[in-house]
């Protein structure tokens, strides 16, 4: 099964958000993670992603970032897609700003799990024409139907 479609939720997938920060992204993020995921604080999901962006950022290049963490109460891997009306900075190793992230929530005690969702879900966004469908999408529903219809 494709690993976007195990993760998101039309509720999880944001077209276009605003995003004027680092910060103020995160923030937003949580609020749409916690909002389509019970017993999930935003609170929480904002000081995790803050705490694992400190530790160096989880931008990729070429517009893109993976910010992801290992939240309590999270009792299975969640995702939340979310392209960007404006690029901003994020530290990518590549000095190009991010318009399309893709937030990776797991249990605490899933290390290796952690890992491994990591991994395909950097393949995919390493594909160029995959991240030009998302960033091509004109609303969260077309964009939900091509992250998890995606054929490689």
Known sequence: ?????ELL?????????????????????AS?????????TEADIFAQLIARERLGS??????????HCRIANCSQPIGCLVTLEEPI??????DLPVDILFVLLVPEEAHQTHLEILARIAR????SSFCEALRDAPDSRVL?????????
């Open 1 to 5: 099964m494709h690993v976007l479609s």
């Open 9 to 29: 939720t039309p509720g999880r997938t944001v077209c276009r958000a605003p995003g004027s920060s680092k910060k103020r992204l995160f923030e937003t993020l």
């Open 32 to 40: 749409v993670v916690s909002e389509d995921s019970p017993g999930i």
């Open 58 to 67: 989880t931008g990729l290049g070429a517009g893109i970032a993976i910010p």
């Open 89 to 94: 900075d994020f530290d990518a190793p590549d």
């Open 124 to 127: 995919l966004f390493s594909q």
């Open 144 to 152: 939900f139907q091509r992250a998890t219809e995606w054929q490689a």
